[in-house]
Every structure is written in C-alpha cells, then in structure tokens.
C-alpha cells in the first residue's frame, strides 16, 4: 500500500510560553521489508531558533528544537509519503514457551533490535503482580510464543472496553488493568507487561492506522489517529510479529511505523519543558490517504 500521510499537532497556552525545548518524533521509519519513507518534511510554528536532527538508541529520526521568544500556540506539522508491506505470518516457527530461554541465550546481540533490551521492567512499565497473574491464569503448557502472543492479544481485546474518557496519557498500567478500559495506549502496555512477566520479549511500537469510515458514509478529514500496538519477539527463526490488542488483529498494511521502543516514553510523539503557566489545550488530526496505482 501507498499512503500520502499528513499529521498535525497543536498546543494552546493560556498564557505565553517561553525557553521551550521538544524533541519531536512523527516522521515514519524506512524498515526493510516492512516500509519505506519515500520522502517526508516536518515544519514547526514559531519558527525555533535553534533545530537539530538525530538518530537516537531505538534508531527514531527525531528532530530538537529550541524555541526562546515567547509565543501562545505551537504548531507541529508533518507530511510524508509511505510505502507499507506487511508480510503475514502464515505459518508458526517460535519456539514453546519452555525452549524460549535458549533461543534468548543464543542472541548475543545488544543492538537496538535486541530482545534482551524488552524482558525487563522499563520507563514505564515496572513488574504489576496483577499483570502476572492475569497472564498466568492463561493456558500455557506446550504453547509457542506466538500462540501465547496471539491468545494474549485477544484476550485483552475481550476483556477490556475502549473508552477514551476513562484514562490520560499519564494513567499508569496498574490503574488501566484496574479499571478495565482506556486506549491503545493502555491496551499495549498491559499486553507488554503481562508478555514479559511470562518470559517474552515486548515491545511498544507507536504509529499511524488508517481507518474507514462506516458502511455508507464518508471519511472525514483528519479522522485517522496516531496509534500503539505491540511487537513481540517470537525466537530465532521466527524474528518480530506485531500485534494489535485494541483492534485484535495481527499488525497490517494499515499500521505505519514511528518507532519502537521499550514502552510509550521511549517513542512519545513530543516530550519536552518550557516556561509558562495555565493549561494548555491541545489537538491533533492525521491523515493516511491511500494513493491510486
């Protein structure tokens, strides 16, 4: 699939903020097998007096900026082209869950790709005793890991209710599986925490789904939304599957990549500080249109 894809992020300050520093990270990866950005800009309003771009860990194109004058809004847009092809796994090649552990001391890579770096507890993501056994109560025995990922992916999308009321980007996993509902956000991250509490390399992977409008009606503009589903290490042989527990489906062509990461803070879409007071209101519309052949 070819997608013309366009974001855009606004930030409203109730009074006037200064000294501000982000690091921004929108622009969709080049992944071999997987997608590639065929070009893509990304252009910020007040214009910062100072910008940067870099690579980080996970290997996200990130840009920095330094805005100083004072200033009541923050406009972030970006545009960009993408080419998405998601190969389904057909047939399973990962391991059981007993055997999983050899194939991980077999990996001696510390690379960005690694599993070693998803097992433990993360930024955002400490053991939940809750998750555990939560994930425990599943059947398990002579299970591979990808039939584990799946069960667990549809497990969560049954027991779980999308609200996007019931919880904030800074709700903590515990309180999310307390309460049974939230976002994709929130659906990742227990999906992740209960993988690794089993033993299973998980990861977050922040991006961009296209969804369709209703039988009968018209897509509106700027109804497609940023989105996170979950990458889960299946061995040796098998590499990477992604899964998507809000929507209980296996990762396709209508997921674009922004990155990957341990847990939502390694791949937030903007982090920073500034100076100022008051709230601020914000929003955000994506596009993904799909381009005729």
């Known amino acids: 699939m070819l997608y013309d894809l366009s974001l855009h992020m606004g930030y409203l300050y109730d009074s006037f903020a200064f000294n501000a520093r982000h690091i921004i990270r929108v622009m969709p990866l080049s992944i071999p097998d997987r997608q590639r950005l065929i070009a893509g800009a990304l252009t910020v309003e007040p214009q910062p007096e100072e910008r940067a771009a870099f690579t980080d860990f996970f290997q996200h194109p990130a840009a920095s900026i330094l805005i100083r004058a004072p200033h009541e809004r923050l406009d972030i847009r970006m545009k960009a082209r993408v080419q998405v092809e998601v190969v389904t796994v057909s047939a399973d090649f990962s ?4 055997k999983l552990p050899d194939e991980l001391g077999n990996c001696w890579s510390l690379g960005a790709d690694s599993p070693h770096h998803f097992l433990g ?3 955002r993501l400490p053991e939940e005793p809750a998750i555990s056994a939560y994930a425990r109560a599943m059947d398990l025995k002579n299970r591979t890991v ?12 049954r027991d779980f209710t999308y609200d996007p009321k ?5 709700t903590t996993t515990a309180q999310a599986f307390a309460l049974k ?3 994709c956000q929130d659906f990742s991250h227990v999906m992740i925490t209960a993988l690794r509490s089993l033993g299973i390399p998980a990861g977050y992977v922040s991006g961009y789904l296209r969804t369709l409008p209703p039988p009968g009606k018209e897509r509106l503009e700027g109804a497609d939304a940023m989105h996170a589903w979950v990458r889960i290490w299946c061995g040796g042989l098998a590499g990477w599957v992604e899964y998507d527990p ?3 489906i296996q990762a396709g062509t209508d ?3 922004v990155g990957y990461g341990r847990d939502y803070a390694d791949v937030a879409p903007v982090i920073g500080a500034l100076k100022s007071y008051g ?6 519309a994506v596009d993904v249109i799909p381009v005729e052949a």
């Not at 019931?166 to 800074?170: F, H, L, Q």
């Not at 709230?279 to 955000?284: A, E, G, I, K, S």
């Open 255 to 257: 997921h674009i990549v």
């Open 279 to 284: 709230r601020q209101q914000t929003l955000q």
């Open 246 to 248: 809000t929507n209980d």
């Open 146 to 157: 990808l039939e584990i990922a799946r069960a667990m992916c549809r497990r969560i999308h």
């Open 181 to 183: 509902r939230g976002v």
């Open 166 to 170: 019931a919880t904030t980007v800074d």
């Open 95 to 98: 391991p059981t869950l007993d």
């Open 121 to 123: 507890a993360s930024p």
